[in-house]
């Protein structure tokens, strides 16, 4: 299966057209947060949202906790997909289900240890795919995403056997690992924003180079099977 890339902290729509033509399958665009790159306005996501022709989807990463506030969100931005990047109450996340059943939902499950498992029964009914990464959300500022470090892979690839939802896999990727991350997660896709950039501006020949490493790897296992 053909690993999906995502590239995250798209600024503006020069951005997403880079992205694309490099190979991208989504664009993640950062709105408010506690801490972390690459936030946006609404107003600024609703510009790249509106270009984005399919099927690259468009992730609205979202700090709001309840469902009626994440709803608001997605409706005043028009994404494909909302990643929710809290561990929000699993009651909200039904009714967010319930309120956007046209969007696609991806919970962030910030992955500090083994109990990150703990988590898939709680969302799994009530999502379409979910995304680990490296944040720390009981921080005293919560760290949310966009922390450039990788957690423990082991975790990550259990929580990917324990569960039937797409997984994408985030925190601390690039051309030099990415390969390594995928032999050993297997996720449905990866997740990354510094990893191909420079001075905080998307840099093309990492792009390149990232996105020809999980060509490769793809390949590579492939051929193995």
Request: glycine share 8%; hydrophobic share 45%.
């Given at each position: 299966?053909r690993?999906?890339i995502?590239?995250?902290?798209i600024?503006?729509p020069?951005?997403a057209?880079?992205a694309i033509?490099?190979?991208?399958?989504a664009?993640g665009?950062?709105?408010r947060?506690p801490s972390?790159?690459?936030?946006?306005?609404?107003r600024?996501?609703a510009e790249?949202t509106?270009?984005?022709?399919?099927?690259v989807?468009t992730?609205?990463l979202?700090s709001?906790?309840?469902?009626d506030?994440?709803?608001a969100?997605?409706?005043?931005?028009?994404?494909?997909?909302?990643q929710?990047?809290?561990?929000?109450?699993?009651?909200?996340?039904?009714?967010?289900?319930?309120l956007?059943?046209?969007?696609r939902?991806?919970?962030?499950?910030?992955?500090e240890?083994?109990?990150?498992?703990?988590l898939i029964?709680?969302?799994?009914?009530?999502?379409?795919?979910?995304?680990?990464?490296?944040?720390?959300?009981?921080a005293?500022?919560a760290?949310?995403?966009?922390?450039?470090?990788?957690?423990d892979?082991?975790v990550?690839?259990?929580?990917?056997?324990a569960?039937?939802?797409?997984?994408?896999?985030?925190g601390g990727?690039t051309?030099?690992n990415?390969?390594?991350?995928?032999?050993?997660?297997?996720?449905?896709?990866v997740?990354?924003c510094?990893?191909?950039?420079?001075?905080?501006?998307?840099?093309?020949?990492?792009?390149?180079?990232?996105?020809t490493?999980?060509?490769?790897i793809?390949?590579?296992?492939?051929?193995?099977m």
């Amino acid at each position: 299966m053909r690993t999906r890339i995502k590239i995250c902290c798209i600024a503006s729509p020069d951005e997403a057209r880079i992205a694309i033509a490099a190979g991208a399958d989504a664009l993640g665009l950062v709105a408010r947060m506690p801490s972390g790159p690459g936030p946006i306005s609404d107003r600024a996501i609703a510009e790249v949202t509106a270009l984005v022709p399919p099927p690259v989807a468009t992730f609205l990463l979202t700090s709001e906790t309840t469902a009626d506030a994440i709803s608001a969100h997605v409706r005043a931005t028009a994404p494909s997909a909302v990643q929710i990047v809290s561990h929000i109450d699993p009651a909200e996340s039904g009714k967010l289900a319930a309120l956007e059943p046209h969007v696609r939902r991806i919970q962030v499950i910030h992955v500090e240890g083994p109990e990150a498992l703990q988590l898939i029964p709680a969302y799994e009914p009530c999502v379409h795919a979910f995304l680990l990464d490296s944040g720390r959300p009981n921080a005293p500022v919560a760290e949310l995403g966009g922390t450039g470090r990788a957690h423990d892979w082991a975790v990550s690839a259990a929580f990917v056997r324990a569960t039937e939802k797409p997984v994408f896999l985030a925190g601390g990727l690039t051309a030099a690992n990415v390969a390594e991350a995928i032999g050993q997660v297997r996720p449905y896709g990866v997740d990354l924003c510094s990893g191909v950039r420079t001075g905080g501006q998307l840099d093309p020949q990492k792009l390149f180079a990232f996105v020809t490493a999980v060509q490769q790897i793809d390949r590579e296992m492939a051929r193995a099977m």
